[in-house]
């Protein structure tokens, strides 16, 4: 039952199945509309054929004194059998009180002009009974030139000989569509096992490449996919490594007497901030993930942005200030509406980096501005990125200054992207080497 289930639950039997069917269709309705209009007028036509052979040789025997034999040898070859016999039963045709008062009445008896119910579709369909010279005459279709029996073979054979090619022709058609989706369903069940190397060659034109293609596509995403899923799972384990590494060999070498307390606060120092680095790790990660499964914002709120920003550039005033930072601050009142706490992360995470990559007495220019969306820019004129760094600056755990590998987590940007993204906007970067950075948002 399961294997029928999985023959006939296949494309490619129903691709053909519905195909032969329409065809098999298209080809028997004519067919049975020209039989049921031509086959009675071919009928009618050879009924009254016969009739007229039968009144001629009737009228030849009783008034040109012919024999019967001699008349009906001048009708052989006009398509019809003529038997002549001694007696009415030696005919062999079942007759009915009312055909034989016909016969009584007129001395012929004609059927099959009109529908007979009780000879339709009998060997006595079609035939012509008449008395001549004492004995009796029956005319029927000639075996072989049957008008009414022809047609019908033709029928048969114009209709039999399309089906049959038809047949094969769609079976050949329903291999070539079915194939290539066969290959897909294959291809799929690999991917499935997890073997991201399944490549399609895309055949032809029209859909059936536009799916090889496609499939081809997401075969990649997949592979691209598997491959980040696969770094990320490293980088986490080595981001976590390295400080649980650095507080165990400090913690170790706490255990020594001979430290002096200098060394003992130094080196509590550095395990209290790898522990930091540790916890800002773990939140990131935990505020990535929750973020990534966010199907959109739904805590929203109508705040003043510029206000926001504001309120951030005050927070992180001992950072720029220290190093002697300038700032050209240019904010125009703007409320929105939107997530106030995620939105506020973006501009922590923009701003402080800026101040972490600009040296002593840089310059930093924030704009706040308002046009058909909301566009915040933060531009610096610090060491600036290579081209590969800006290709991998969103990128998670990415770190463009290896240099100052535990000022971060390497997550921050990655965090801000999606939160615009989940905003319905865009982060984007532009830098050149020793001549600054620029980072643009866009929020509808």
């Given at each position: ?241 390295t400080p649980i590494t650095s507080i165990r060999g400090y913690a170790k070498l706490m255990k020594r007497e001979s430290l002096t307390p200098e ?126 760094e800006v290709k991998n600056v969103f990128r998670r755990f990415y770190k463009a200054d290896k240099s100052r590998n535990s000022e971060g987590t ?21 830098s050149e080497e020793n001549s600054g950075t620029t980072f643009v948002v866009t929020l509808p």
């Open positions: 039952m399961n294997r029928l289930k999985k023959i006939f639950g296949s494309v490619y039997v129903r691709f053909l199945a519905i195909f032969i069917g329409a065809f098999l269709f298209s080809i028997l309705i004519p067919a049975f509309g020209v039989n049921m209009t031509r086959a009675p007028e071919i009928k009618r036509d050879t009924h009254l054929s016969m009739t007229e052979t039968a009144r001629k040789i009737k009228e030849l025997t009783d008034s040109h004194e012919m024999s019967l034999e001699a008349a009906a040898e001048l009708f052989y070859d006009k398509g019809v059998t003529i038997k002549i016999c001694n007696s009415l039963d030696e005919i062999g045709i079942p007759l009915n009180n009312e055909d034989k008062r016909i016969l009584e009445e007129t001395g012929i008896l004609s059927k099959g002009g009109i529908p007979d119910k009780e000879r339709k579709h009998s060997k006595f369909e079609l035939f012509v009974i008449f008395e001549a010279q004492g004995k009796w005459v029956m005319i029927t279709p000639d075996g072989q030139h049957d008008p009414v029996a022809s047609f019908r073979q033709n029928q048969i054979l114009y209709v039999a000989i399309p089906l049959v090619l038809g047949t094969v022709l769609i079976i050949l058609a329903s291999i070539t569509v079915a194939k290539p989706v066969k290959e897909i369903s294959e291809a799929s069940q690999k991917v499935a096992k997890g073997d991201f190397s399944v490549r399609l060659k895309p055949k032809g034109s029209g859909e059936i490449r536009d799916l090889a293609e496609n499939f081809n596509s997401m075969v990649e995403e997949l592979s691209s996919n598997e491959y980040l899923h696969k770094e990320f799972v490293s980088n986490v384990s080595h981001e976590f490594s060394q003992r606060a130094e080196y509590a120092d550095i395990i209290i901030s790898e522990s930091d680095r540790l916890s800002r790790l773990s939140a990131d990660l935990l505020k990535l993930s929750e973020l990534e499964n966010k199907g959109g914002i739904t805590e929203q709120s109508e705040f003043s942005l510029d206000e926001q920003v504001r309120s951030v550039i005050i927070l992180l005033q001992n950072s720029w200030e220290s190093k002697n930072i300038n700032l050209d601050i240019e904010l125009d009142e703007i409320n929105y509406r939107g997530d106030e706490a995620l939105l506020y992360q973006i501009w922590v995470n923009l701003i402080s980096n800026a101040v972490r990559y600009t040296d002593n007495g840089g310059e930093i220019t924030i704009v706040l501005e308002k046009h058909d969306s909301v566009v915040f820019t933060i531009a610096d004129n610090g060491r600036g990125m290579t081209e590969e390497g997550l921050g940007l990655a965090i801000a992207k999606k939160i615009a993204v989940l905003h319905g906007g865009d982060i984007t970067v532009s």
